[in-house]
Protein backbone atom coordinates (compact mmCIF):
# COMPACT_ATOMS: atom_id res chain seq x y z
CA UNK A 1 0.00 0.00 0.00
CA UNK A 2 1.43 3.77 -0.82
CA UNK A 3 2.25 5.62 1.67
CA UNK A 4 -0.55 8.28 2.24
CA UNK A 5 0.44 11.82 1.13
CA UNK A 6 0.38 14.91 3.49
CA UNK A 7 -2.81 16.87 3.40
CA UNK A 8 -3.48 19.50 1.64
CA UNK A 9 -5.23 22.69 0.43
CA UNK A 10 -6.87 22.28 -3.38
CA UNK A 11 -7.12 26.03 -4.76
CA UNK A 12 -9.20 25.91 -8.02
CA UNK A 13 -9.02 29.14 -9.84
CA UNK A 14 -10.06 30.34 -13.07
CA UNK A 15 -7.90 31.54 -15.54
CA UNK A 16 -10.76 34.29 -16.69
CA UNK A 17 -8.04 37.35 -16.25
CA UNK A 18 -5.82 37.23 -13.71
CA UNK A 19 -7.83 39.48 -10.99
CA UNK A 20 -9.02 35.85 -9.43
CA UNK A 21 -5.33 34.94 -8.88
CA UNK A 22 -4.67 38.07 -7.30
CA UNK A 23 -7.78 37.80 -4.96
CA UNK A 24 -7.13 33.87 -3.81
CA UNK A 25 -3.09 34.47 -3.65
CA UNK A 26 -3.07 36.50 -1.04
CA UNK A 27 -5.67 34.66 1.17
CA UNK A 28 -4.02 31.16 0.70
CA UNK A 29 -0.20 32.88 1.71
CA UNK A 30 -1.08 33.51 4.82
CA UNK A 31 -3.48 30.43 5.68
CA UNK A 32 -0.09 28.93 4.87
CA UNK A 33 1.72 30.89 6.95
CA UNK A 34 -0.56 29.46 9.95
CA UNK A 35 -0.58 25.73 8.60
CA UNK A 36 3.23 25.84 7.12
CA UNK A 37 3.02 22.05 6.69
CA UNK A 38 -0.17 21.71 4.65
CA UNK A 39 0.79 20.88 0.75
CA UNK A 40 -0.31 23.31 -2.01
CA UNK A 41 -2.04 22.14 -5.04
CA UNK A 42 -3.12 24.00 -7.73
CA UNK A 43 -5.97 23.59 -10.49
CA UNK A 44 -5.95 26.45 -13.09
CA UNK A 45 -4.59 26.66 -16.81
CA UNK A 46 -3.00 29.66 -15.81
CA UNK A 47 0.87 29.18 -16.79
CA UNK A 48 3.06 28.88 -13.81
CA UNK A 49 4.81 31.74 -14.91
CA UNK A 50 1.83 34.00 -14.07
CA UNK A 51 1.31 31.98 -10.75
CA UNK A 52 5.06 32.36 -9.51
CA UNK A 53 3.99 36.11 -9.57
CA UNK A 54 1.43 35.82 -6.60
CA UNK A 55 1.94 32.32 -4.76
CA UNK A 56 4.67 31.91 -1.90
CA UNK A 57 6.84 28.95 -1.42
CA UNK A 58 6.14 25.47 -3.03
CA UNK A 59 2.95 24.41 -4.77
CA UNK A 60 2.19 21.43 -7.03
CA UNK A 61 0.54 22.70 -10.37
CA UNK A 62 -2.00 20.64 -12.12
CA UNK A 63 -2.41 22.60 -15.76
CA UNK A 64 -6.97 21.86 -15.76
CA UNK A 65 -9.37 24.18 -16.40
CA UNK A 66 -12.50 23.96 -14.24
CA UNK A 67 -14.75 26.04 -15.85
CA UNK A 68 -15.11 28.12 -18.90
CA UNK A 69 -14.76 31.79 -17.48
CA UNK A 70 -16.04 34.60 -20.20
CA UNK A 71 -14.90 34.42 -23.56
CA UNK A 72 -14.08 38.23 -24.33
CA UNK A 73 -13.74 39.91 -27.95
CA UNK A 74 -10.71 41.73 -26.18
CA UNK A 75 -10.04 43.10 -23.03
CA UNK A 76 -13.49 45.61 -22.62
CA UNK A 77 -15.73 43.42 -24.94
CA UNK A 78 -18.05 40.19 -24.24
CA UNK A 79 -18.47 37.47 -27.21
CA UNK A 80 -21.54 36.45 -25.72
CA UNK A 81 -22.27 33.87 -28.28
CA UNK A 82 -18.96 32.14 -28.10
CA UNK A 83 -19.21 32.03 -24.14
CA UNK A 84 -23.03 30.49 -24.16
CA UNK A 85 -21.12 27.78 -27.08
CA UNK A 86 -18.35 27.52 -23.97
CA UNK A 87 -20.36 26.91 -21.20
CA UNK A 88 -22.49 24.59 -23.23
CA UNK A 89 -19.98 22.70 -24.10
CA UNK A 90 -18.24 22.52 -21.04
CA UNK A 91 -21.97 21.30 -19.05
CA UNK A 92 -21.31 17.50 -21.61
CA UNK A 93 -18.50 17.32 -19.84
CA UNK A 94 -19.14 18.15 -16.71
CA UNK A 95 -19.45 14.72 -15.29
CA UNK A 96 -15.93 13.29 -16.23
CA UNK A 97 -14.35 16.30 -15.44
CA UNK A 98 -16.01 15.77 -11.45
CA UNK A 99 -15.26 12.23 -11.41
CA UNK A 100 -11.62 13.39 -12.28
CA UNK A 101 -11.91 16.13 -9.72
CA UNK A 102 -13.70 14.00 -6.79
CA UNK A 103 -10.18 11.37 -7.13
CA UNK A 104 -7.89 14.32 -7.30
CA UNK A 105 -9.57 15.27 -3.89
CA UNK A 106 -8.83 11.56 -2.52
CA UNK A 107 -5.58 10.87 -3.67
CA UNK A 108 -4.16 14.60 -2.65
CA UNK A 109 -5.89 14.17 0.44
CA UNK A 110 -7.30 17.82 0.52
CA UNK A 111 -8.63 19.25 3.29
CA UNK A 112 -10.39 21.87 1.98
CA UNK A 113 -11.42 22.89 -1.01
CA UNK A 114 -11.09 26.68 -1.93
CA UNK A 115 -12.34 27.52 -5.26
CA UNK A 116 -12.15 31.44 -7.01
CA UNK A 117 -14.84 30.76 -8.15
CA UNK A 118 -15.59 27.53 -10.68
CA UNK A 119 -18.43 25.36 -9.60
CA UNK A 120 -17.74 22.04 -10.10
CA UNK A 121 -14.70 21.31 -6.91
CA UNK A 122 -16.80 22.80 -4.68
CA UNK A 123 -19.21 19.72 -6.17
CA UNK A 124 -16.47 17.43 -6.36
CA UNK A 125 -15.54 18.76 -2.61
CA UNK A 126 -19.20 17.68 -0.75
CA UNK A 127 -19.13 14.49 -2.63
CA UNK A 128 -15.87 13.19 -0.84
CA UNK A 129 -17.19 14.70 2.28
CA UNK A 130 -14.17 17.75 2.28
CA UNK A 131 -14.95 21.63 3.24
CA UNK A 132 -16.11 23.48 0.51
CA UNK A 133 -15.37 27.15 -0.16
CA UNK A 134 -16.14 29.75 -2.97
CA UNK A 135 -14.00 32.71 -2.69
CA UNK A 136 -14.64 35.43 -5.06
CA UNK A 137 -16.08 38.66 -5.61
CA UNK A 138 -18.46 37.57 -8.35
CA UNK A 139 -19.96 33.71 -9.47
CA UNK A 140 -20.45 33.38 -13.06
CA UNK A 141 -24.37 32.60 -12.54
CA UNK A 142 -24.95 36.28 -12.04
CA UNK A 143 -22.24 37.38 -14.99
CA UNK A 144 -23.51 34.82 -17.56
CA UNK A 145 -27.38 35.24 -16.74
CA UNK A 146 -27.96 38.72 -17.44
CA UNK A 147 -26.22 38.82 -20.58
CA UNK A 148 -27.85 35.34 -22.35
CA UNK A 149 -30.00 35.88 -25.34
CA UNK A 150 -33.91 34.94 -25.09
CA UNK A 151 -32.78 31.23 -26.74
CA UNK A 152 -29.49 30.58 -25.19
CA UNK A 153 -30.91 27.50 -24.14
CA UNK A 154 -28.41 26.95 -21.19
CA UNK A 155 -30.64 27.96 -18.08
CA UNK A 156 -30.75 24.52 -16.72
CA UNK A 157 -26.26 25.39 -16.67
CA UNK A 158 -27.42 28.55 -14.47
CA UNK A 159 -29.37 26.62 -12.04
CA UNK A 160 -26.63 23.85 -11.58
CA UNK A 161 -24.32 26.66 -11.35
CA UNK A 162 -26.51 28.40 -8.44
CA UNK A 163 -27.10 24.90 -6.59
CA UNK A 164 -23.46 24.37 -6.49
CA UNK A 165 -22.37 27.78 -4.92
CA UNK A 166 -25.20 27.32 -2.84
CA UNK A 167 -24.20 23.90 -1.70
CA UNK A 168 -21.07 25.15 -0.50
CA UNK A 169 -20.11 25.25 3.10
CA UNK A 170 -19.14 29.26 2.61
CA UNK A 171 -19.16 31.48 0.06
CA UNK A 172 -16.77 34.16 1.12
CA UNK A 173 -17.11 37.64 -0.84
CA UNK A 174 -15.20 40.20 -0.65
CA UNK A 175 -15.71 43.82 -1.22
CA UNK A 176 -15.94 45.43 -3.81
CA UNK A 177 -18.69 43.11 -4.79
CA UNK A 178 -21.62 41.57 -6.21
CA UNK A 179 -24.38 41.21 -3.95
CA UNK A 180 -25.39 37.46 -4.68
CA UNK A 181 -27.88 37.73 -2.03
CA UNK A 182 -29.51 34.81 -3.25
CA UNK A 183 -26.86 32.61 -1.38
CA UNK A 184 -27.53 32.41 2.29
CA UNK A 185 -23.46 30.83 2.75
CA UNK A 186 -21.84 33.83 1.58
CA UNK A 187 -19.97 35.67 4.15
CA UNK A 188 -18.66 39.40 3.18
CA UNK A 189 -15.42 40.32 4.19
CA UNK A 190 -12.97 43.66 3.46
CA UNK A 191 -11.20 43.67 0.66
CA UNK A 192 -7.96 41.35 -0.80
CA UNK A 193 -5.05 42.63 -2.37
CA UNK A 194 -1.11 43.13 -2.05
CA UNK A 195 0.99 46.07 -1.13
CA UNK A 196 3.41 46.61 -3.16
CA UNK A 197 6.84 48.99 -2.53
CA UNK A 198 6.69 52.30 -3.80
CA UNK A 199 9.58 53.39 -5.83
CA UNK A 200 8.90 56.40 -8.35
CA UNK A 201 12.67 57.34 -8.28
CA UNK A 202 13.67 54.05 -9.16
CA UNK A 203 10.81 54.05 -12.11
CA UNK A 204 11.92 57.58 -13.00
CA UNK A 205 16.11 56.98 -13.01
CA UNK A 206 15.07 53.87 -15.45
CA UNK A 207 13.15 55.31 -17.96
CA UNK A 208 15.84 58.41 -17.92
CA UNK A 209 12.76 60.82 -16.63
CA UNK A 210 13.04 64.11 -14.86
CA UNK A 211 12.33 63.77 -11.18
CA UNK A 212 9.27 65.52 -10.64
CA UNK A 213 8.17 63.88 -13.90
CA UNK A 214 4.41 62.41 -13.39
CA UNK A 215 3.71 58.45 -13.81
CA UNK A 216 0.61 56.97 -15.40
CA UNK A 217 0.02 53.42 -15.53
CA UNK A 218 -2.35 51.99 -18.58
CA UNK A 219 -3.25 48.29 -17.29
CA UNK A 220 -5.89 46.19 -18.80
CA UNK A 221 -5.27 43.07 -17.14
CA UNK A 222 -4.92 39.95 -19.16
CA UNK A 223 -7.53 38.76 -21.44
CA UNK A 224 -6.22 38.25 -25.01
CA UNK A 225 -7.37 40.92 -27.97
CA UNK A 226 -6.15 44.37 -28.55
CA UNK A 227 -8.09 47.37 -27.81
CA UNK A 228 -7.80 50.78 -29.99
CA UNK A 229 -6.04 53.18 -27.28
CA UNK A 230 -4.96 57.02 -27.90
CA UNK A 231 -3.12 58.03 -24.95
CA UNK A 232 -3.05 61.94 -24.47
CA UNK A 233 0.41 63.53 -23.90
CA UNK A 234 0.52 65.83 -21.23
CA UNK A 235 3.85 67.95 -20.11
CA UNK A 236 5.59 66.51 -17.67
CA UNK A 237 3.78 62.94 -17.62
CA UNK A 238 5.02 59.47 -18.80
CA UNK A 239 3.02 56.68 -19.98
CA UNK A 240 3.53 53.20 -18.64
CA UNK A 241 1.71 50.83 -20.47
CA UNK A 242 1.13 46.93 -19.37
CA UNK A 243 -0.95 44.29 -20.63
CA UNK A 244 -2.18 44.12 -24.51
CA UNK A 245 -3.23 47.87 -25.14
CA UNK A 246 -2.41 48.81 -28.32
CA UNK A 247 -0.98 52.19 -27.08
CA UNK A 248 1.43 52.65 -29.96
CA UNK A 249 4.98 54.48 -29.43
CA UNK A 250 3.65 56.98 -26.71
CA UNK A 251 4.22 54.58 -23.68
CA UNK A 252 7.29 52.45 -21.95
CA UNK A 253 6.61 49.23 -22.09
CA UNK A 254 5.67 47.96 -18.04
CA UNK A 255 6.95 45.01 -18.23
CA UNK A 256 10.66 46.14 -19.40
CA UNK A 257 10.33 48.27 -16.59
CA UNK A 258 9.38 45.68 -14.27
CA UNK A 259 12.37 43.39 -15.54
CA UNK A 260 15.05 45.85 -15.32
CA UNK A 261 14.25 47.04 -11.80
CA UNK A 262 13.19 43.47 -10.38
CA UNK A 263 10.11 44.96 -9.53
CA UNK A 264 6.60 43.28 -8.62
CA UNK A 265 3.40 44.75 -10.94
CA UNK A 266 2.04 45.90 -7.42
CA UNK A 267 5.47 47.39 -6.99
CA UNK A 268 4.31 49.76 -10.40
CA UNK A 269 1.11 50.57 -9.04
CA UNK A 270 2.52 51.62 -5.77
CA UNK A 271 5.05 53.80 -7.44
CA UNK A 272 2.88 55.80 -10.24
CA UNK A 273 0.52 58.73 -9.77
CA UNK A 274 -2.38 58.00 -11.85
CA UNK A 275 -3.59 54.57 -13.55
CA UNK A 276 -6.08 53.86 -16.54
CA UNK A 277 -7.52 50.63 -16.41
CA UNK A 278 -11.07 48.86 -16.90
CA UNK A 279 -13.15 47.89 -14.06
CA UNK A 280 -11.89 44.72 -12.67
CA UNK A 281 -11.16 43.61 -9.25
CA UNK A 282 -7.43 43.52 -8.98
CA UNK A 283 -6.33 46.56 -10.34
CA UNK A 284 -9.39 48.43 -8.74
CA UNK A 285 -8.57 46.43 -5.03
CA UNK A 286 -4.84 47.22 -5.44
CA UNK A 287 -5.30 51.39 -6.74
CA UNK A 288 -7.74 51.36 -3.30
CA UNK A 289 -4.64 49.75 -1.44
CA UNK A 290 -2.36 52.23 -2.70
CA UNK A 291 -4.82 55.17 -2.53
CA UNK A 292 -4.00 55.48 -6.48
CA UNK A 293 -6.69 57.59 -8.51
CA UNK A 294 -8.11 55.74 -11.16
CA UNK A 295 -9.53 56.56 -15.08
CA UNK A 296 -11.79 53.40 -16.03
CA UNK A 297 -12.97 52.95 -19.04
CA UNK A 298 -16.60 52.06 -19.10
CA UNK A 299 -18.01 48.62 -19.38
CA UNK A 300 -21.64 47.72 -20.32
CA UNK A 301 -21.73 44.69 -20.58
CA UNK A 302 -19.66 43.17 -17.25
CA UNK A 303 -22.43 43.21 -15.00
CA UNK A 304 -20.02 43.16 -11.81
CA UNK A 305 -19.18 46.67 -12.97
CA UNK A 306 -21.32 48.74 -10.77
CA UNK A 307 -20.28 47.66 -7.52
CA UNK A 308 -16.63 47.77 -8.84
CA UNK A 309 -17.03 51.36 -9.79
CA UNK A 310 -19.23 52.47 -6.67
CA UNK A 311 -17.21 50.95 -4.32
CA UNK A 312 -13.51 52.79 -5.80
CA UNK A 313 -15.61 56.04 -6.54
CA UNK A 314 -16.13 56.23 -2.38
CA UNK A 315 -12.53 55.56 -1.62
CA UNK A 316 -10.48 57.25 -4.75
CA UNK A 317 -10.19 60.15 -6.73
CA UNK A 318 -12.08 58.67 -9.83
CA UNK A 319 -13.63 59.35 -13.88
CA UNK A 320 -14.98 57.41 -15.97
CA UNK A 321 -14.34 57.61 -19.56
CA UNK A 322 -15.79 55.93 -22.85
CA UNK A 323 -14.86 53.42 -25.19
CA UNK A 324 -14.80 56.40 -27.60
CA UNK A 325 -12.82 58.74 -25.35
CA UNK A 326 -10.61 55.88 -24.94
CA UNK A 327 -9.72 55.74 -28.92
CA UNK A 328 -9.75 59.39 -29.98
CA UNK A 329 -7.52 60.53 -26.69
CA UNK A 330 -10.76 63.02 -25.76
CA UNK A 331 -9.40 62.80 -21.83
CA UNK A 332 -6.94 64.67 -20.94
CA UNK A 333 -8.76 67.03 -18.69
CA UNK A 334 -9.51 63.86 -16.74
CA UNK A 335 -6.18 63.34 -16.63
CA UNK A 336 -5.34 66.53 -15.19
CA UNK A 337 -7.77 66.46 -12.93
CA UNK A 338 -6.86 63.10 -11.36
CA UNK A 339 -3.05 64.22 -11.14
CA UNK A 340 -4.51 67.49 -9.21
CA UNK A 341 -6.63 65.73 -7.09
CA UNK A 342 -5.56 65.06 -3.41
CA UNK A 343 -4.05 61.65 -2.93
CA UNK A 344 -5.92 60.04 -0.28
CA UNK A 345 -4.25 57.42 2.57
CA UNK A 346 -4.45 53.19 1.22
CA UNK A 347 -7.13 51.39 2.84
CA UNK A 348 -5.78 48.66 4.35
CA UNK A 349 -6.67 45.29 2.74
CA UNK A 350 -8.46 43.64 5.89
CA UNK A 351 -10.22 41.06 4.08
CA UNK A 352 -6.77 38.57 3.43
CA UNK A 353 -6.88 37.83 7.86
CA UNK A 354 -10.57 38.10 7.77
CA UNK A 355 -10.79 35.38 5.19
CA UNK A 356 -7.89 33.07 6.73
CA UNK A 357 -9.94 33.43 9.67
CA UNK A 358 -13.28 31.84 8.21
CA UNK A 359 -10.98 29.04 6.99
CA UNK A 360 -9.10 28.10 9.65
CA UNK A 361 -10.96 26.26 11.60
CA UNK A 362 -11.95 23.63 8.31
CA UNK A 363 -8.36 22.93 8.87
CA UNK A 364 -7.90 22.92 12.67
CA UNK A 365 -11.13 19.69 12.67
Same mark, same amino acid.
Given at each position: ?37 ? #??? !?L ?12 ? %?????L ?5 ? %? ?46 ? $?????? $? ?5 ? #??? !? ?35 D ?21 H ?6 ? %? ?9 L?D ?28 ? !? ?13 ? #? !????? %? ?12 M ?32 ? $???A ?28 A??? #? ?9 ? $? ?9
Amino acid at each position: MPARRTPSIMLAITAHGFGHATQAAPVVNRLRERFPDL #RLL !VLTDIPRTGLDNWLD %GDYELLPLATDP %GMRMHDPLRVDVDASVRAYREFSHDAPRLLTQLERLIEVHDARLVLAD $VPWLPL $VAARRQQ #RPA !VALCSLNWADILEPLLPPDSGIEPVIAAIRDAYRAADLFIRPAPGMPMDWLDNRHAVGHIARTGNA %GPARVRLALNLPDDQRLALLQFGGERGDTRVNLPQIDGVSWL !VAGRGNAGDHGFPAD #R !VLDTL %GMRFVDLVASVDVMLTKPGYGSFAEAATHGLPLLSVHRDDWPEAPWL $VDWAARNLPLREISREQLATGDFAHLLAELLDAPRP #RGLPPSGIDEA $VDLLAPYLSR
